[in-house]
């Protein structure tokens, strides 16, 4: 009689299910790259300013989204009934939409110019954005995501690159 080393198929099969299960727990926590934090950053914060829109319009509360260029500063506020800034009610507003790290390089809006330091605030209220608005977000790499707010509309779109005017 002869003995055979090895192992089963189903060995094999219950090892690479065990491998796939821990690398499904592994990756999601592994540290992204700045160039993935930068196009997260940009697309949260135009989806975050898209929904506060929306929200304004539909609750008739007025949002603020103060930044401060030259930082990784971009804060809703919600105001109340008294014109005071207070934490938004709703939790997708509490959030930060600015990754750490990724730096909010300027702001500009066509009766200011460029803003590039000091800090800003926009008012979005029932009707939305009162101006276009253009934020340009850079990692420490120097690479850069543009997002857009037009006014009325509610459309916000992010774009990568330094964009000055929509494409």
Known sequence: MRIRGGFTLIEIMVVMAIISMVMLLVIPKLPSSDQENLKISARTLASTLRYMQERAQTSGIRYVLAIVPGTETAKFSEIS???????????????????????VSDVRIPRLGKVIDGQLKLDVGAAGIRDFVTIHLR???????????????????AFEGY???PP
């Not at 420490?140 to 459309?155: D, I, L, N, Y």
């Open 81 to 103: 009934g008294d014109g005071s800034a207070k934490e938004p009610s709703d939790p997708l507003l509490q959030k930060s939409a600015v990754k750490e790290g990724i730096i």
């Open 139 to 157: 990692s420490s790499e120097g690479k850069f995501w543009t997002v857009m707010a037009f006014p009325s509309g509610g459309k916000v779109k």
């Open 163 to 165: 964009l000055e005017e």
